[in-house]
């Protein structure tokens, strides 16, 4: 029962310039796939590439033509394709996840059951998800606090000399908790010399304060902090758990770092194991891979699953953010349609 592959590339436009440490960008390519079974039912997922990580939609492009030959014979050999698929392209991780989504989602099509329930998942017990602030300046910044009314948990991007400016203009305007982001923007020492301003502004999580490959300055802060510090960037497959346990509180999974749905499942076994919480974070991308991520979220603390609220036009229908509350589909699968 051969399965056929086929994708196409979706251009999407953000809301706002989305501004992180690293730039800013309105514009982004994301890659539909589509596996289709011998009966006719497809499955569907998403690639949401990020030069950060190597990964352009050419890119994806290419690796689906390399992906495509390592396609299980018996498509529920879910655990057999994961291997196969990395081994075709080890490098191309937001495009293996995008194969990996559309063999569960087929899975969960010819089972009847949507995929939270094939893993005996309680879909009440998902975590509400933040929603983010990209980086501006502090009056833009304020007037998307009042845009984001909605969300109760607000992730303010940092990691700029304006830091102060922007936290104290936020806060200005809300009560709300707030996480922040530097997206590795911060030396040891400038983490450090913020450490007392996140704590009068009452911020309750960083994320990734300094780069990547730097354990032991993650570390020099986490020991400093109060406030718990994540793993975002320096966290891409379950691979790196065990030498961030120490150094950090909590570690971010996204499917477009590591590759495949049975990573991020090894990715929260692992983080269990070490101690360390586990939130699910996105890129900017479409409902249809914001749900895949969204099954895994009843086994999680945190979620920052925005990706699709702030586009302009979102394609697909799927997992949905009710004040926070993340709500998954009941359709068969990952439960998404196009709208
Ligand atoms: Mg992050």
């Known amino acids: ?112 059951a949507p995929l939270w329930r094939l893993w005996g998942l309680d879909p009440a017990r998902a975590p509400l998800s933040s929603f983010t602030i990209g980086l501006d300046t502090p009056e833009r910044m304020q007037a998307k606090v009042r845009e984001a009314a909605p969300y109760p948990i607000l992730k303010i991007k940092v990691g700029t000399p304006d830091d102060a400016a922007v936290l104290r203009a936020v806060r200005e305007v809300t009560d709300k908790p707030l996480r922040v982001d530097a997206n590795a923007g911060w030396t040891v020492s400038e983490a450090l010399a913020r450490l007392p301003l996140l704590e009068e502004m009452r911020v309750e999580l960083i994320e990734q304060p300094v780069a990547p490959d730097d354990v032991e300055g993650l570390a020099a802060v986490h020991r400093a902090s109060r406030i718990p510090i994540v793993a975002d960037e320096a966290c891409r497959t379950a691979a790196d758990i065990p030498r961030l346990a120490g150094a950090v509180d909590g570690i971010n999974i996204k499917l477009a770092k590591c590759g495949s749905l049975r990573e991020a499942l090894r990715m929260v076994e692992s983080a269990r194991a070490h101690r360390l919480s586990v939130m699910v974070g996105c890129m900017i991308e479409t409902s249809l891979g914001i749900t895949a991520a969204a099954h895994l979220t009843p086994l999680l603390d945190l979620a920052d699953l925005d990706g699709a609220a702030l586009l302009e036009r979102d394609p697909f229908a799927g997992a949905t953010i009710d004040a926070g509350r993340i709500v998954l589909p009941t359709g068969p699968g990952l439960g998404v349609t196009e709208r």
């Open 1 to 112: 029962m051969a399965l056929s592959l086929s994708f196409d590339i979706l251009d999407l436009k953000t809301r706002h310039p989305f501004t992180i440490a690293r730039g800013s960008t309105t514009a982004y390519r994301v890659v539909r796939v589509r596996l289709r079974d011998a009966d006719g039912l497809e499955g569907w997922g998403e690639a949401a590439p990020s030069r950060y990580y190597g990964e352009t939609a050419d890119t994806v492009a290419a690796a689906l033509g390399r992906l495509a030959p390592a396609l299980p014979a018996d498509p529920s050999d879910l655990e057999g394709a994961d291997a196969a698929l990395l081994r075709a392209a080890p490098q191309d991780a937001a495009a293996r996840v995008a194969v990996s989504a559309a063999l569960h989602d087929l899975a969960g099509k010819r089972l009847g």
